[in-house]
């Protein structure tokens, strides 16, 4: 009986050394995929920087003000050792998640006041979508929901579907600082 389990835990690890790891479309091997896309802590610091495996993400900005003239602008990947910066697009991010193979991320394109949408893209760059016209901050990402403060209806904070579909609203209260723990939402209430 013994020799049987062993010979099974043996075959179960070879087999997944061999290459039983999922791998994005760009050769990126998925290992650790992400619940929560960013820390609250992050967030609440705009989040112009996550990790999801052996990867960061980020935001690199030259000069804000001429994002387009710059290519040393946009959202980037980069192993954790310094090698292979790549730029996904030329978006100026902030409140970066990333969960599985979609980095989720806000982008400010207001002139006069803040604007910003949300936005996710695949971590190969492919299929950039945006995913409300709200304009939004404190974005987390946990599991297949969005939770965010909605700047358009009075800084109340809605949930939605990764997708963009299922939005709807939480509280009517003037909210900002939104910490996620477990089953409970956490938030600052200015009166």
């Not at 052996?54 to 050792?81: C, Q, V, Y």
């Not at 900002?176 to 939402?185: F, L």
């Amino acid at each position: 009986m013994r020799r049987i389990f062993y010979t099974i835990l043996i075959f179960g690890v070879v087999f997944h050394l061999m290459g039983c790891t999922p791998e994005h479309g760009d050769g990126t091997i998925v290992k650790n995929r992400n619940q929560e896309g960013n820390s609250t802590g992050n967030i609440n610091n705009y989040a112009f920087v996550a990790e999801q495996d052996d990867w960061i993400f980020f935001t690199n900005s030259a000069d804000p003000h001429i994002p387009l003239l710059d290519l040393r602008n946009g959202l980037f990947k980069m192993e954790k050792n310094g090698k292979q910066a790549t730029r996904i697009n030329r978006d100026l991010p902030s409140y970066i998640n990333v969960v599985d193979e979609w980095i989720y991320y806000t982008v400010d394109t207001g002139l006069s006041r803040p604007n910003s949408k949300l936005y996710r893209v695949k971590i190969d760059g492919s299929q950039k979508q945006r995913l409300s016209n709200d304009d939004v901050s404190d974005v987390h990402v946990v599991g297949d929901d969005i939770y965010y403060v909605n700047l358009s209806d009075h800084n109340h904070l809605y949930k939605m579907k990764t997708d963009g579909s299922n939005k709807r609203k939480l509280n009517n209260h003037n909210s900002s600082s939104i910490n996620i723990v477990g089953r409970w939402i956490y938030y600052i209430h200015y009166h």
